[in-house]
């Protein structure tokens, strides 16, 4: 796993980092003299075994230790999530052993990804409620009260339909129409409340639509970037549940990890805000079949959209201004719509 993540990064000296030791000063977070090694950081992730955690986890093992990073969830752990490392068994809605688990382990920083997201969200409302909001609450209180950072990310369905789409800069009108959405918003407002309140370090990033090569969406409206690559592979056919005129904010896992690692390490006070949006680039169905095709010049796809995601997608930021990430912590994203497809094309080859 560590291989692959060098092979992304061109990481060759994945080196020990501290947060609390960087130094404030810097301008350049890249450099070597930005961080101090040998120190450790213990982290916990929740909800691990989706989309992000395990790619996030393993990268997070190479910096800070293997033993350090412990992965969470409620489903059973795959065997390869079992080789890489610490898991340990939490639903997240049991406060009193999310609690135990923070105390036991000295837990420095809590990267909560358990979520029901955008589609799903829609036919499990009362499920989505438990998980996207009060299980915030309940992080939020056991991070206050051991001074632990929190990480929470949130998305582009913080913002609805009312919302300028093209661009959506991160201070604009939020009034998302999907239970998800309105749980975001909610969660990015507790999160700041309590940065203000009590001085948590409470850090979120508004993702796009995230496309992995090594694991599977879990009910969103961006899904469809992903799962096409596995179905032309396999049957050289798809049908596109969005529009093909469906412009959307996406962006590759590699980056999505790379720049959540670096926004979580820059010092606090160099930081403006406590959520920032997060992007890389944005296309659509037809643009990333376009960019598909010359590897797979037979590929039929064709558009049928869903009723409930194609609503979603319409009120969603096509192109979302993240100009303040790159701004105040040097956020810069390295795969483009190519380069992506071009990983992600050598992967599903690689599976046949
Ligand atoms: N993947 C994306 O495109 C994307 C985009 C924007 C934001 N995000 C956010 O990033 C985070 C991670 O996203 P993801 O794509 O990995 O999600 P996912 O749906 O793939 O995974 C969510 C995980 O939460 C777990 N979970 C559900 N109920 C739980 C409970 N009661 N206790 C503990 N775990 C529980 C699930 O088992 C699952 O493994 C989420 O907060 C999501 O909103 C993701
Ligand atoms: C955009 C994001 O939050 C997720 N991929 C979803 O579609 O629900």
């Not at 992304?8 to 947060?19: E, G, K, P, Q, W």
Request: glycine share 6%.
């Amino acid at each position: 796993m560590l291989t692959k993540f060098a092979r992304y990064f061109n990481l060759t000296n994945l080196s020990r980092i501290s947060v609390r030791t960087l130094p404030c000063s810097s301008s350049n977070l890249n450099s070597k003299a930005d961080y101090t090694t040998n120190v450790q950081k213990n982290v916990l992730i929740t909800g691990g075994l989706g989309q992000l955690g395990l790619d996030f986890a393993n990268f997070l093992r190479g910096r800070y230790g293997r033993d350090n990073i412990l992965l969470t969830d409620i489903k059973q752990p795959t065997e390869e999530a079992l080789k890489s490392g610490r898991f340990e068994h939490l639903d997240v809605l049991d406060a009193r052993r999310f609690e135990a688990l923070v105390v036991e382990n000295r837990i420095d920083l809590v990267i909560h990804f358990s979520a029901i997201l955008s589609a799903l969200g829609e036919s499990n409302v009362q499920k989505a409620i438990d998980i996207n909001i009060h299980s915030v609450h309940s992080v939020l209180e056991i991070c206050r009260k051991h001074k632990v950072q929190l990480y929470c990310p949130s998305s582009i369905a913080a913002f609805g339909s009312t919302a300028p789409r093209n661009p959506t800069p991160d201070f604009t009108v939020q009034r998302p129409r999907t239970i998800y959405g309105v749980s975001k918003v909610h969660m990015e407002l507790m999160g700041e409340y309590y940065a203000e309140k009590y001085g948590l370090d409470f850090r979120s990033l508004r993702y796009p639509g995230i496309i992995s090569s090594d694991s599977m969406p879990g009910g969103g409206t961006t899904d469809y970037a992903v799962h096409i690559f596995y179905e032309i592979a396999a049957r050289n056919k798809y049908s596109c549940f969005l529009r093909e005129d469906s412009t959307l904010p996406m962006m590759f896992l590699p980056d999505c990890v790379r720049g959540t690692v670096k926004f979580l390490e820059t010092p606090r006070e160099k930081l403006k805000q406590y959520t920032y949006n997060l992007t890389a680039v944005s296309f659509n169905p037809k643009q990333l079949v376009d960019a598909m095709r010359p590897h797979f010049p037979q590929m039929e796809v064709t558009y049928e959209p869903d009723p409930v995601k194609q609503t979603i997608a319409d009120t969603w930021p096509q192109v979302f201004d993240d100009s303040n990430a790159r701004r105040d912590w040097g956020w810069n994203h390295k795969f483009g719509l190519e380069d992506m497809v071009q990983v992600m094309v050598d992967k599903v080859k690689s599976m046949k």
